[in-house]
């Protein structure tokens, strides 16, 4: 493997009580998000995928790197980027993994400083990198999301394979604090913890993973990920025998501190067959 600038940083892990008591949810306002979960900062070697981008695949690692080059007139404006930049996502995704039916249902824009969260009131409009290991969806989590989604078809849909993959991409050519993907098989159920996301407006509850840290894990990125590269990240497999969920942050390489504040756009899609 061509590695050109690995890493040896820190992924902040969920800190686990070990008394058995769930973890904080994160508060999910208008305006505003609230997460004061416990974490603890481990420190851990990330590989660069440079020149091995192909070795990664999502039947083998929950991941996988490709190129795409979209014709989105943009990525900050919601109406332009659901109308057409999710038809693309969709498609993508049909096209690598033969799906029959792909729906995007949510998407983050982050553009904000990495301290985000520190900020208080109104630090949604500050959304920047998200610096805490997690899943987007836990398996019930996935569940929730696709009797949301689908109320009407949802339990003739989950008799048949389905999945949750995002899709990650720079909106410019990333340097500080590039997403990190953890391979999914150096990632035990046991390492990861049910965590509530709730919002506020609507009272909805979701839920995700916290993981807990454990140096088996293998961490890995691509350096300066350009616009057109994207990363496709499995959340959620039905498939019980299949590499079911990824961990995934942001971490800091300690050579970019000072650079400008990475800029990122993350689509979620549901993924029938």
């Known amino acids: 493997m061509v590695q050109g600038h690995n890493l040896i940083t820190t992924v902040n892990y969920y800190k686990d009580p070990g008394d058995g008591s769930p973890p904080t949810p994160v508060y999910v306002g208008s305006s505003q998000v609230t997460n004061e979960r416990p974490m603890v900062s481990t420190v851990v070697t990330v590989t660069d995928v440079t020149g091995a981008e192909d070795s990664f695949t999502l039947d083998r690692h929950g991941f996988q790197f490709g190129n795409h080059e979209s014709n989105a007139a943009g990525f900050h404006n919601e109406d332009t980027l659901r109308a057409e930049y999710y038809p693309e996502c969709e498609q993508l995704l049909k096209s690598v993994t033969g799906a029959t039916r792909v729906v995007a249902f949510d998407h983050k824009v ?146 970019q501190k000072d650079s400008e504040c990475r800029e990122s756009v993350e689509v979620r899609c549901l993924v029938l067959y």
Not at 120 to 127: E, I, L, P, V, Y
Request: charged share 30%; aromatic share 10%; hydrophobic share 35%.
């Open 110 to 255: 982050r553009r904000g400083p990495s301290y985000w969260h520190k900020i208080g009131a109104d630090n949604a409009k500050s959304r920047g990198p998200l610096h805490n290991a997690h899943v987007d969806q836990s398996y019930d989590g996935a569940l929730i999301r696709l009797r949301q989604q689908f109320s009407d078809e949802a339990e003739d849909l989950r008799k048949r394979p389905w999945q949750i993959i995002n899709i990650w991409r720079p909106i410019k050519t990333v340097y500080k604090d590039p997403l990190a993907v953890a391979d999914a098989t150096s990632v035990s159920d046991t390492d990861l913890v049910a965590a509530s996301i709730v919002y506020a407006r609507s009272g909805r509850r979701m839920e995700s993973w916290a993981v807990k840290p454990n140096p088996a894990h293998r961490w890995y990125f691509k350096y300066a990920q350009r616009p057109d590269e994207v990363i496709l990240i499995k959340c959620f497999d039905s498939d019980e025998a299949a590499v079911r969920r990824v961990p995934h942050c942001a971490v800091e390489d300690p050579d």
